[in-house]
């Protein structure tokens, strides 16, 4: 495995000891308090000068999809990011990632909107894409144009998404930055045997975490809902930067996808290289790591390119 600077593994360590070694024993409720304490912890707070606000959507189901809006002027703009949180479809909330979304609004200089979708192991799939897909189609009708935006299992959700709403890939739909995301499934890459236990997320971790999004059922591999890859017309996708973590199992993901995209036509870059010696949820490492803090600041500069 890659040697780790001194910086990563603290942040590992802080990590770890938020959570005891048999964590994945516990409640699901257990598990959410500790992820709620951790990112307490990590926050930054939000920088100065933007108006926040707490409203919700209505999802297809009548259900109410809490939103959250960072904006950046005293009238919406034109372009906004639509921003979907990490948490393997169990943990995460707005207030897991909120500081994550401000910073994001402020450097860019855009609106972000954050969405809460519904959670495994009480609702399962698609619940969370009918939820994300309710937000996109709210700001895609109030003639917003988006650049969708999510780590880990968010980054998952926003590609999915994106294969859903192919007819305004492109035009509304400027872009995707996908961080650390998971884009395959049932394929042993290299990755996925190297990085195997890995800090941060391992295999063990994702077999806990992926059943749980289907109750228990096989996962629809076939499903473009479900898996980034299945889409049927990757060529009509928009303009894509994804952000792989090295010593992650999930990294060769992003290269399988962008080799695809590729193929199709589209517009993408692989940020490999930047991803050196990073692990999963190395957002959080921003403001402890010299190596993570460079990635944010590519993350918002492919937002910002996108925008353009």
């Known amino acids: ?17 938020f959570y005891p070694p048999d964590a994945v ?40 999809v809490p939103i959250r809006t960072y904006r950046v002027a005293s009238q919406a703009t034109a372009k906004q990011v639509l921003y979907a949180h990490g948490g393997g479809f169990v943990v995460g909330r707005l207030d897991s990632h909120d500081d994550v979304c401000a910073e994001l609004a402020q450097r860019c200089q855009i609106d972000v909107v954050a969405l809460d979708y519904r959670l495994a192991p009480e609702y399962q799939y698609p619940k969370d894409l009918q939820d994300h897909l309710a937000v996109l189609d709210y700001l895609l009708a109030e003639d917003h144009q988006v650049v969708l935006v999510g780590d880990s299992a968010g980054g998952t959700l926003s590609a999915c998404v994106a294969n859903q709403r192919l ?98 036509g589209v517009p993408v870059v692989n940020h490999l290289e930047i991803g050196q010696g990073l692990v999963h949820g190395h957002l959080r490492a921003r403001n402890m790591s010299d190596k993570a803090a460079k990635c944010f600041t590519a993350i918002c500069d492919s937002v910002t390119e996108l925008l353009a």
């Open 1 to 17: 495995m890659t040697k780790l600077d001194e910086q990563i593994l603290a942040f590992i360590d802080k990590t770890n000891a």
């Open 25 to 64: 024993s516990a409640s699901v409720q257990q598990q959410r308090q500790w992820y709620d304490e951790l990112c307490r912890q990590f926050s930054a707070g939000r920088p100065q000068g933007l108006t926040v606000e707490d409203s919700f959507v209505v999802s297809a189901d009548g259900h109410e």
């Open 167 to 264: 007819e305004a890939c492109a035009q509304q739909i400027l872009g995707q930055v996908l961080i650390y995301p998971s884009l395959v499934i049932g394929k042993e890459t290299q990755s996925m045997i190297e990085h195997a236990d890995a800090p941060m997320l391992t295999r063990k971790d994702m077999d806990y975490y992926l059943p749980m999004r289907t109750a228990g059922a096989p996962s629809p591999t076939s499903d473009s809902g479900f898996v980034a890859m299945a889409c049927e017309d990757l060529s009509r996708l928009p303009a894509t930067h994804l952000f792989p973590a090295e010593v992650d199992p999930l990294c060769d993901d992003c290269g399988i996808y962008a080799s695809a995209l590729e193929q199709a």
